[in-house]
């Protein structure tokens, strides 16, 4: 065993504060005014963003040499508890729809969601085919310490739910969602929001408008 080996510097130098806990978050998604915060409530399981930058290859001189290539996002899931209203479900249901278009192969006119997400759902005879998500980490003492924003998100899957006579417990399902970019801030108060540039303006610099939310972009 390592003669440094303390389980006292452990804690305390260590996990200072505890460690942050996987079951402290708070999920949310935005696509015109489909959904409030009572629907977004039950969005139970989720995950904080992957970040990976695709490696190119180059052969020279018997070798393989790694550069870096185009930065890429995974489909992000999400799991929902099932309501007897069926209101989430919908809500998705009817976002996927107004993608795909009518069985006859007609389509609503779609455009991308303004920067904030908040543009409403139908304007004239276009609407929003996308929208935006927030992830937030909470601390123990419920301080709201970091924040990810998914920008032009869209439903690519709703899963199945299962019934069963034999079953006792209350439905839920999986959404995965497409989307450009996302951003990682820590925000200082509700009012605050994350990541209002381009992921290729003053974001990636770490710092945007207001000043009291700092932020790093995942693009």
Do not use: C
């Not at 107004?98 to 069985?103: K, L």
Request: glycine share 10%; proline share 4%.
């Amino acid at each position: 065993m390592a003669s440094n080996f303390s389980t006292e510097k452990f804690r305390s130098s260590g996990l200072q504060s505890g460690g942050a806990r996987s079951s402290l978050f708070e999920i949310s998604w935005n696509q015109g005014t489909n959904f409030v915060m009572s629907d977004t409530m039950l969005v139970k399981a989720g995950s904080i963003p992957t970040s990976n930058i695709t490696p190119l290859a180059v052969n020279y001189g018997g070798r393989a040499y790694k550069l870096q290539g185009f930065r890429t996002f995974d489909v992000w899931t999400v799991t929902v508890l099932q309501d007897e209203d069926f209101t989430n479900r919908n809500n998705i249901i009817n976002w996927m729809q107004r993608i795909s278009g009518s069985m006859d192969g007609s389509r609503v006119k779609g455009k991308a969601a303004s920067p904030d997400g908040q543009t409403p759902a139908v304007i004239g005879t276009t609407w929003n085919a996308t929208g935006s998500a927030l992830v937030s980490q909470f601390g123990k003492d419920g301080t709201k310490n970091h924040t990810y924003k998914f920008f032009n998100l869209w439903p690519t899957e709703l899963a199945e739910i299962p019934l069963a006579w034999d079953s006792d417990v209350i439905e839920e399902y999986t959404v995965s969602f497409a989307y450009d970019y996302w951003t990682h801030g820590v925000v200082a108060s509700d009012s605050d929001v994350v990541g209002l540039g381009d992921p290729a303006g003053s974001d990636s610099a770490g710092t945007v408008t207001p000043a009291s939310v700092t932020t790093t972009t995942g693009g």
